[in-house]
């Protein structure tokens, strides 16, 4: 079964507003990467955090993960137009295998 | 030039033909991985390899059979092609590295495969 499950499944924000998505996974990983995919293409990777690490930032992204619940969130600030994609996380286990989300669809509105 | 480039793009086939997709990367990376991706259900490995002689089956291999001809080509086939494999498949790469484990993926841009 997948690893890493996304929440929300869907999202719609206004232009200019933050858009958060989470992630849960089952099992000790390594690392956790968030990807994002514009419809019908391939996967680019945003960012990725080890697990000793609690918060990271990249430009308009920020990423946290709580290792004690398993978690992570994806903070996406100021969104805008070209945002609108889905956004994968995906945990990369002790045996180095990487296990994807099902995704978060998330929609900028105008 | 792509760095991770998928042939055929797009290919229609019928139940019971044998299919063969291909993958080609330049950035010299020894892992390559196959998934396919269908709508709601994200990504799923079928196989994966972390050198020219190390091929594992992933989530979902049944149905499929990979070759790593080159550090660089991986293809994936489909010996005799259903319906339900009717789905967007990806080739990604990723690079090795000693101690902690930190290994982004590259894809390519996917082959859209229909089975009539």
């Known amino acids: 079964s997948q690893q890493g499950e996304e929440d929300p499944q869907a999202l719609s924000i206004q232009e200019g507003e933050n858009a958060t998505m989470n992630c849960s996974y089952k099992?000790?990983?390594?690392?956790l990467q968030w990807y994002r995919q514009n419809s019908g293409r391939g996967l680019v990777h945003l960012i990725l955090i080890r697990s000793n690490e609690r918060e990271k930032h990249s430009g308009r992204l920020r990423v946290t993960l709580d290792t004690s619940k398993k978690s992570s969130s994806l903070l996406i600030t100021a969104s805008r137009a070209a945002d609108t994609a889905s956004y994968f996380c995906a945990s990369q286990n002790r045996d180095d295998k990487i296990i994807f989300g099902k995704g978060t669809r998330l929609h900028i509105l105008p | 030039d792509a760095d991770v480039t998928q042939t055929p793009r797009n290919r229609i086939t019928k139940t019971g033909k044998r299919i063969m997709l291909e993958c080609s990367q330049t950035?010299?990376?020894?892992?390559m991985y196959w998934y396919r991706q269908d709508p709601g259900l994200g990504l799923r490995l079928i196989y994966y390899s972390f050198d020219v002689k190390d091929i594992n089956k992933g989530e979902i291999s049944d149905g499929y059979s990979v070759s790593r001809q080159a550090q660089a080509k991986f293809s994936l086939s489909l010996e005799s092609a259903i319906p339900n494999q009717t789905a967007l498949y990806f080739c990604?790469?990723?690079?090795?590295?000693?101690?902690?484990?930190?290994?982004?993926?590259?894809f390519g841009p996917g082959t859209r495969l229909t089975v009539l």
């Open positions: 950035k010299g990376h020894d892992r």
């Open positions: 099992t000790s990983i390594n690392n």
């Open positions: 990604a790469t990723s690079d090795r590295h000693r101690g902690f484990s930190y290994n982004e993926q590259f």
